[in-house]
T-cell receptor, first 118, second 110 residues
Framework: NAGVMQNPRHLVRRRGQEARLRCSPM?????VYWYRQLPEEGLKFMVY????????ESGMPKERFSAEFPKEGPSILRIQQVVRGDSAAYFC????????????????FGSGTRLTVV | GNSVTQMEGPVTLSEEAFLTINCTYT??????LFWYVQYPGEGLQLLLK?????DKGSNKGFEATYRKETTSFHLEKGSVQVSDSAVYFC?????????FGAGTTVTVRA
């Protein structure tokens, strides 16, 4: 039973390019969360998605960032026209229910995508 | 707001030393509390959790007790190993969101 799979592990983009980060949740998990970890900081919530729905995007920057979780395929975090301040580690997590902080199962995190903007 | 404050690092210890990492949280509602560990180049792994006051979470020799009176969830291990070298994050829940502390880097030397 594979865990949460994120790719690529490392991504280098020049300023102004687009970055696409992919996340395949654990089998049987239909809830996906994206977090961003800036250097020397803890993780910050970005967005919560279910299949074909954005539930909460309160942590997403207003511009250039978007996320989707289509009926088929992985969840995608898309950053348009990247800037140096977007350099960070982006982690995806999944859970079987919408209340991952209750009960046994909780979140499962992927290994992250480390984005470097040059 | 829903914030978590944890002891700043880095922390460097010798093998078999006692480790404690302090963590306090804002007392909004009835959060669950967590410690996550991040080994070099890897994602976060849940180390332990506690869901209500006075609960003690434990795993791999680590322990933390949910103290409502002091709004704390300090992490302790009595005898660390080199393999415990990692970044440790304290976190609290807010419904489906986790709020993380800034992380504490722990290095254990042989």
């Amino acid at each position: 039973n594979a865990g949460v799979m994120q790719n690529p592990r490392h991504l280098v983009r020049r300023r102004g390019q687009e970055a696409r980060l992919r996340c395949s949740p654990m089998k049987g998990h239909s809830h996906v969360y994206w977090y961003r970890q800036l250097p020397e900081e803890g993780l910050k919530f970005m967005v919560y998605l279910q299949k074909e729905n954005i539930i909460d995007e309160s942590g997403m920057p207003k511009e250039r960032f978007s996320a989707e979780f289509p009926k088929e395929g992985p969840s995608i975090l898309r950053i348009q026209q990247v800037v140096r301040g977007d350099s960070a580690a982006y982690f995806c997590a999944s859970s079987p229910t919408g209340r991952p902080n209750e009960g046994y199962y909780g979140y499962t995190f992927g290994s992250g995508t480390r984005l470097t903007v040059v | 707001g829903n914030s978590v404050t944890q002891m700043e690092g880095p922390v460097t210890l010798s093998e078999e030393a006692f480790l404690t990492i302090n963590c306090t949280y804002t007392a909004t509602g009835y959060p669950s509390l967590f410690w996550y560990v991040q080994y070099p180049g890897e994602g976060l792994q849940l180390l332990l959790k506690a869901t209500k006051a006075d609960d003690k979470g434990s795993n791999k020799g680590f322990e933390a007790t949910y103290r409502k009176e002091t709004t704390s969830f300090h992490l302790e291990k009595g005898s660390v190993q080199v393999s415990d070298s990692a970044v440790y994050f304290c976190a609290r829940s807010n419904d489906y969101k986790l709020s993380f502390g800034a992380g504490t880097t722990v290095t254990v030397r042989a």
